[in-house]
């Protein structure tokens, strides 16, 4: 065998090697280079449906969902709220320097519970004089204008506490199936105890809607946290607060109650980003 044909050969052998891994240096190297440094920066741990998600914009410019422009902090913050039936993921949308920029965020699915609830008064399931229905659009309309305030309070980077102590009967999500009959999904988390457990607040925020007794929620609060974050305080026994009123976070606001339409004494506690309904759950971490 020729010594001279092997030693040619393990040269190409090696040449062939370097070459390539000079190529995948080289690509590695490139794409550093042109790697752009992050614009958005997201704070909420793994979004999910019902997720209150909060960020923050790291370039100058504008950021948009589903072409709606987010509102943006002096220091570049900003909240959206994600829905129950909301896609595996989200876009949001940068507009920097003349360039837009896309910035998937990924979404938790869930799955939801059923929950029957019997005994209900049959008037409060399956209303159906004139007079009350248009009782009840009266205030759905109300309800609507409170949670669609949108102010500059930064009160919803608090971290949120229970507004209430009691046992958890009813969750957000879940499918509700009144006096047998199916209705739409529970979109709060149910608190209860006793009635006149006190309620407080939360957060820090503004009183925007309190009403002692709706057809459905009874007794009922809506508190403003900024940049259209809202909670809604229901089936209260008595209001301790009222319409522009300054609260802080653990400053009592209500007492518990079973007004409107339930079967006993609970709070009935809701998130809201404008007209987007979110699970207050999460606020609470694990």
Not at 120 to 130: E, G, M, Q
Request: proline share 4%.
């Amino acid at each position: 065998m020729n010594c001279n044909n092997i030693k040619n050969g393990g040269n190409k052998a090696f040449n062939k090697i370097f070459f390539q891994i000079v190529i995948i240096v080289l690509f590695l190297y490139g794409g550093l280079i042109d790697a752009k440094p992050p614009v958005v920066q997201i704070f909420t741990k793994q979004p999910q449906q019902g997720s209150m998600v909060v960020g923050r914009i790291l370039v100058d410019g504008d950021i948009f969902l589903a072409e709606k422009p987010l509102s943006l902090s002096e220091t570049g913050e900003f909240v959206f709220g994600v829905g129950r039936e909301e896609n595996s993921s989200v876009v949001l949308k940068v507009h920097s320097n003349n360039e837009v920029i896309d910035f998937p965020i990924a979404i938790k699915k869930r799955e939801w519970k059923i929950e029957k609830i019997n005994g209900l008064d049959k008037n409060k399931v399956n209303p159906k004089s004139k007079q009350t229905l248009k009782r009840i659009k009266s205030e759905t309309i109300k309800v609507k204008q409170a949670r669609n305030i949108f102010s500059e309070q930064m009160a919803f980077l608090m971290p949120f506490v229970s507004p209430a102590k009691g046992r958890i009967s009813g969750v957000y999500g879940s499918q509700r199936i009144l006096n047998g009959e199916k209705k739409r999904p529970h979109y709060g988390l149910d608190i209860a105890n006793k009635v006149g457990t006190t309620v407080i607040s939360p957060a820090d925020g503004i009183v925007t809607f309190a009403e002692k007794d709706l057809f459905y929620s009874g007794g009922t609060i809506i508190i403003d946290h900024g940049f259209g974050i809202n909670t809604t305080y229901i089936h209260l026994e008595k209001l301790k607060v009222k319409v522009g009123q300054k609260i802080i976070q653990g400053e009592k606001i209500a007492t518990m109650g079973s007004t409107g339409r339930a079967t006993g004494p609970h709070l009935d506690w809701r998130l809201n980003w404008f007209s987007t309904r979110l699970d207050p759950q999460l606020l609470l971490g694990d």
